[in-house]
């Protein structure tokens, strides 16, 4: 089963705009993981954030992590037509940490 | 929901022996399938895509001749490792898309041990 669940499931905004997509899980975790799926694509890895970390940043992207609530976050600021795709997060599990459970997914369009 | 179903989900193999991974989709069909490997604490990495009725396309650093990917349905992808070594022991997770859908459908992914 997967254990990251990708909230919302879909979101539309206007290119400049910042877009936040959220994401909870079930057990603890290692580290939480961002991907990005262009269409016909395969992923791209984002950004990770240690089970330690709070934030972290890359670029135009911030990654928020509380572990107390099980969920993350991931802001996309200024948003570009190029960032219209899907994004998943992904958690390893504590227990057998060589493993990523992958969310379904937020499909992220932009308008222009 | 679109299901992706990835058989098995471990194997223990000798070294010079091949491997065969499946990945299905169950209930829609997949146009494109993805093939990933995961090194223990590191990222899913993509290995190729595969796209019903034409050859994989390998990213770089991915032997063809070792990994074989087969993609003969739109409901079956298939993963062959050749002539394993212990090396090649990871965790391989296959993903499949639909159309111009950008969701991407995952399998449960296959624990390799090469011995």
């Known amino acids: 089963s997967q254990q990251g669940e990708e909230d919302p499931q879909a979101l539309s905004i206007q290119e400049g705009e910042n877009a936040t997509m959220n994401c909870s899980y079930k057990?603890?975790?290692?580290?939480l993981q961002w991907y990005r799926q262009n269409s016909g694509r395969g992923l791209v890895h984002l950004i990770l954030?240690?089970?330690?970390?709070r934030e972290k940043h890359s670029g135009r992207l911030r990654v928020t992590l509380d572990t107390s609530k099980k969920s993350s976050s991931l802001l996309i600021t200024a948003s570009r037509a190029a960032d219209t795709a899907s994004y998943f997060c992904a958690t390893d599990w504590l227990n057998r940490d060589d493993k990523i459970i992958f969310g379904k997914g937020t499909r992220l369009h932009i308008l222009p | 929901g679109a299901v992706v179903s990835q058989h098995p989900s471990w194997v223990i193999c000798k070294s010079g022996t091949s491997v065969k991974i499946e990945c299905r989709s169950l209930d829609f069909q997949a146009t494109t399938m993805f093939w990933y490997r995961q090194f223990p604490k590191q990222s899913l990495m993509l290995m190729a895509t595969?796209?019903?009725?034409?050859?994989?396309?390998?990213e770089q650093g991915v032997e063809k001749d070792k990994f074989l990917i087969n993609h003969a349905s739109l409901t079956l992808s298939t993963l062959t490792v050749t002539s394993a070594h212990p090396e090649d022991s990871s965790f391989y997770i296959c993903?499949?898309?639909?159309?111009?859908?950008?969701?991407?459908?995952f399998g449960q992914g296959t624990r390799l041990t090469v011995v």
């Open positions: 993903s499949a898309g639909r159309g111009e859908d950008t969701e991407a459908f």
């Open positions: 954030i240690r089970s330690n970390e």
């Open positions: 057990t603890s975790i290692n580290n």
């Open positions: 595969s796209n019903e009725g034409s050859k994989a396309t390998y």
